[in-house]
């Protein structure tokens, strides 16, 4: 089967084999190499996996970057009781839709990935938590597990070697929040899905109140490869300090969009208009969101920039999850933050004051400027409520709906004075006349 979404330029190892049905059984993924890592990974010992994972310089994939070996050497080296591995498949960033190409195509790499880091950081239990309205991956993932189960991969004694780990799929119900890792920890409880404070952090208190590391997808399914070609191979791939391949979900305003895999570091023109085919319909480029709609707008000359976590962060954004959300020149950026800082309302989980009544004050504002009945007085409150909902509360879903909506008032000014001086859209305007 044909998968959509190719270039021969591509470095694919975590995507190799999107769109081969054959690849989700465990025949074919034993095929083609599967589950040869998790028997090294054993022979190895926890202390070197976590070591060569270290090494490797693999970051998480999930936002936030942070080195996945680092995180596996927080957890407990004694054993008081269960500990947990949870993947984090709730994947809800608006843009972002990599994990469900992962689980969808190859949910034995990321089974083959959890079993090593559950046996890396000595926990007895994996849960896959996958956002809930992605049915059909998580029927692929189910029928994965229980392909495992069947074969000792997973269960007791697993591959002979006298060690358990038990795997379970969990669907979440579609809130965004979910996504967070102690509101995913919530959820899986069966407790109202809500950020928790930290301390305890969750290596020393998470899931059940027990020792836990959360790992999203991606980050997890690029272990088996690191495990079977070295660290050394993997920092062959990347920047020095965002080494190996990333997946990029590229969304909007290109000819072709879809999900490519390349070196982190990878030139965001060359992404754009080599790969992607170019801005639609021959428009210019009017700004990019290179991280899922959590991180700072890029205008189209901050652009000319390699897609690593520290290049993105020098040009004034985030790497995030890689979710690049191109938008032309016909775009209005009154309506697009209009239309995320909605999504942030709806979503926020409430406890917090700056985020329950922030995001949604935010969201009346920018629907006034919308419609053309704002005053520049309330861009200033747009600035001042922005900046009381940044670093002021449990988690960053806050902070994320202030960043859109700080970086288009910095950028994008004149679309929000148009509305607010001509009461109606610049950008709709001119792309009629
Ligand atoms: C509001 C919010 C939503 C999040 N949603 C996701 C998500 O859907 N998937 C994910 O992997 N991480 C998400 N994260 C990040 C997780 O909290 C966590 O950092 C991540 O799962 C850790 O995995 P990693 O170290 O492999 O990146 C979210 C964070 C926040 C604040
Ligand atoms: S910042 Fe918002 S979403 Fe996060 S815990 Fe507070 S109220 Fe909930």
Redesign the pocket.
């Known amino acids: 089967m044909a998968y959509p979404f190719r270039h021969e330029k591509e470095t694919r190892i975590l995507s190799e084999y999107f769109g081969d049905p054959e690849a989700r059984t465990l025949d074919g993924w034993k095929k083609r190499g599967g589950y040869q890592a998790l028997r090294k990974a054993i022979e190895m010992g926890r202390d070197a996996v976590i070591e060569e994972v270290k090494a490797s310089g693999l970051r998480?994939?999930?936002?936030?970057g942070?080195p996945?070996g680092v995180?596996w050497s927080f957890m407990p080296k004694e054993k008081t009781g269960p500990s947990y591995l949870l993947v984090?498949?709730?994947?809800?960033?608006p843009g972002?839709f990599k994990?469900r190409e992962l689980i969808r195509w190859t949910p034995h790499q990321l089974i083959e990935g959890a079993l090593i880091g559950a046996y890396a950081i000595q926990a007895d239990h994996v849960y896959i938590y996958v956002r809930g309205e992605f049915f059909e991956p998580a029927q692929v993932v189910a029928r994965a597990i229980e392909e495992a189960y069947q074969n000792g991969l997973a269960g007791k004694n697993i591959l002979g070697t006298g060690i358990d780990i038990d795997v379970t799929l969990h669907l979440g119900a579609g809130a965004?929040?979910c996504?967070?890792?102690t509101a995913l920890m919530n959820s899986l409880e069966g407790r109202r899905g809500q950020p928790r404070v930290k301390p305890p952090f969750p290596a020393v208190s998470g899931a059940f109140g027990r020792p836990t590391t959360?790992?999203?997808?991606e980050?997890l399914c690029a272990v088996p490869h690191i495990i079977n070609k070295g660290a050394a191979w993997y920092r062959g791939f990347g920047t020095e300090k965002s080494p190996g391949t990333k997946l990029f979900n590229v969304s909007g305003h290109v000819v072709r969009r879809g999900n490519y895999e390349f070196p982190l570091g990878f030139p965001m023109h060359e992404l754009l208009y080599d790969v992607c085919g170019g801005i639609r319909d021959g428009r210019k480029l009017k700004a990019v969101i290179p991280g899922g709609s959590s991180v700072p707008i890029l205008a189209a000359e901050e652009c000319d920039i390699n897609l690593d976590y520290e290049s993105v962060i020098a040009a004034g954004s985030m790497l995030g999850t890689a979710s690049v959300i191109v938008m032309d020149d016909r775009t209005c950026m009154v309506k697009q933050v209009r239309r995320m800082v909605e999504f942030y309302a709806h979503e926020s989980c409430g406890q917090c004051t700056p985020c329950r009544e922030g995001t949604a004050w935010v969201a009346k504002i920018m629907r006034r400027i919308e419609a053309g009945l704002g005053t520049e007085a309330d861009l200033e409150k747009l600035v001042d409520l922005s900046t009381n909902m940044t670093g002021t509360t449990i988690?960053?879903?806050s902070d994320?709906c202030a960043a859109p909506v700080m970086s288009s008032l910095k950028k994008f000014k004149d679309d929000y004075l148009g509305h607010i001086h001509h009461g109606a859209c610049p950008v709709a305007a001119a792309a009629v006349a």
């Open positions: 998480g994939r999930g936002g936030a942070f996945t995180k984090n498949s709730d994947e809800s960033e972002a994990d965004y929040i996504g967070e890792e959360i790992n999203n997808v980050t988690c960053v879903l994320s």
